[in-house]
């Protein structure tokens, strides 16, 4: 069994390719115990590395996921199965409108022309085709006068 060498933090940081602060650190959170013993520091340290390599090939796995789950993101935007939740918003918000305002200028349109009208089946339909009118703003069809 070889001679125990004790060394400084100086020198373990110069062996090990370490900043003192480094060794202080890896001092601090037991990776190095003090009196330095350059074998069982080094021991340590190489420990150390490895499960450090372990944690880090864990997080770049994490990482390659989180990145492929962005493309597949960004594909299914662009394909358009993916849209943005506020340009959705403001389409229902615009369309809800639409709808809102052209059922409301109903009783102006068809009033007069109703209140003129002597068969009620007449007015009905009148009142029936502008409901149509608006309801077709929603989705942009058009529906035969007869339907």
């Known amino acids: ?16 390719g370490l900043s003192e602060r480094r060794v202080s650190e890896l001092t601090r959170v037991k990776v190095f115990v003090k009196p330095y013993v350059l074998q069982s520091s080094v021991a340590a340290y ?16 994490r990482c390659a996921k989180l990145k492929a789950d962005l493309l597949e993101l960004d594909l299914s935007e662009r394909s358009g199965t993916l849209v943005k939740k506020d340009a959705v918003t403001a389409q229902e918000f615009s369309t809800g409108r639409r709808v809102r305002d052209g059922l409301r200028n ?10 003129a009208e002597r068969d009620p089946a007449t007015c009905a ?3 029936d085709q502008e409901v149509q009118r608006c309801l077709e703003g ?4 058009t529906t035969p006068p007869d339907a």
């Open 1 to 16: 069994m070889l001679k125990p060498i004790f060394c400084t933090a100086r020198d373990l940081a110069g062996v090990l």
């Open 125 to 127: 339909r009148m009142i």
């Open 46 to 61: 190489v420990g150390f590395l490895r499960v450090e390599a372990g944690g880090l090939k864990d997080q770049r796995t």
């Open 106 to 115: 109903i009783g102006a349109r068809v009033g007069g022309l109703c209140a």
């Open 138 to 141: 929603l989705t942009g069809e």
